[in-house]
Antibody
Framework: QVHLHESGPGLVRPSETLSLTCTVSGGSINNFYWTWIRQPPGERLEWIGYIHGNGATNYNSSLASRITLSLDTSKNQISLSLRSVTAADTALYFC?????????WGQGTLVTVSS | EIVLTQSPGTLSLSPGERATLSCRASQTINSNYLAWYQHKPGQAPRLLIYDTSRRRTGIPDRFSGSGSGTDFTLTISRLEPEDFAVYYCQQYGGSPVQSFGQGTKLEI
């Protein structure tokens, strides 16, 4: 059974960089796609992008200029970096296994952007 | 980007009844690449159906998906108490951006 756990600071200041980590247990990240999704309060889920275990990425064009997804295979972790955040980036952030339909998700971590 | 509209926003039913949830796309979804997820507060979302009608291993057969083109449906044939949750559709055929519906809340 694959288990995903998102972690990171719950509060980020405007204009700073949001950094989140997704730790995967129960399987290697090497041969799969891993996706980040977010849900702002009261809004629908938004696809952020995915990364494959070989490092290939695909980003939502609306966020591409500000995001980087990366891997740490030694720690079995996937990371999200979102630069120059604003209040509009306040959301519940999920990581999930899969690049299209996603068969395992974490519970999500809430990030608030505020001064 | 393909916009998905789910209806109804809220569906009030009782255990044992049949639930029909709709997901309509703003344009044709290639290869019927549409999935359905169940989400309960504080829990990880759960994949139910992928590729429009393929039930994920371990999902009860009371859940079924159908549709094509722009109109898709999730049917729960006989509601169990644990089925009351929010349901989302997702399209992944509209490369390069995937998108989700706004959700249907299924309540008792």
């Amino acid at each position: 059974q694959v288990h995903l756990h998102e972690s990171g600071p719950g509060l980020v200041r405007p204009s700073e960089t949001l950094s989140l980590t997704c730790t995967v247990s129960g399987g290697s990240i090497n041969n799969f796609y891993w996706t980040w999704i977010r849900q702002p309060p009261g809004e629908r889920l938004e696809w952020i992008g995915y990364i494959h275990g070989n490092g290939a990425t695909n980003y939502n064009s609306s966020l591409a200029s500000r995001i980087t997804l990366s891997l740490d295979t030694s720690k079995n972790q996937i990371s999200l970096s979102l630069r120059s955040v604003t209040a509009a980036d306040t959301a519940l952030y999920f990581c999930a296994k899969g690049g299209w339909s996603m068969d395992y998700w974490g519970q999500g971590t809430l990030v608030t952007v505020s001064s | 980007e393909i916009v998905l509209t789910q209806s109804p926003g809220t569906l009030s039913l009782s255990p044992g009844e049949r639930a029909t949830l709709s997901c309509r796309a703003s344009q044709t979804i290639n290869s019927n690449y549409l999935a359905w997820y169940q989400h309960k507060p504080g829990q990880a979302p759960r994949l139910l159906i992928y590729d429009t009608s393929r039930r994920r291993t371990g999902i009860p057969d009371r859940f079924s998906g159908s549709g094509s083109g722009t109109d898709f449906t999730l049917t729960i044939s006989r509601l169990e108490p644990e089925d009351f949750a929010v349901y989302y559709c997702q399209q992944y055929g509209g490369s390069p951006v995937q998108s989700f519906g706004q959700g249907t809340k299924l309540e008792i």
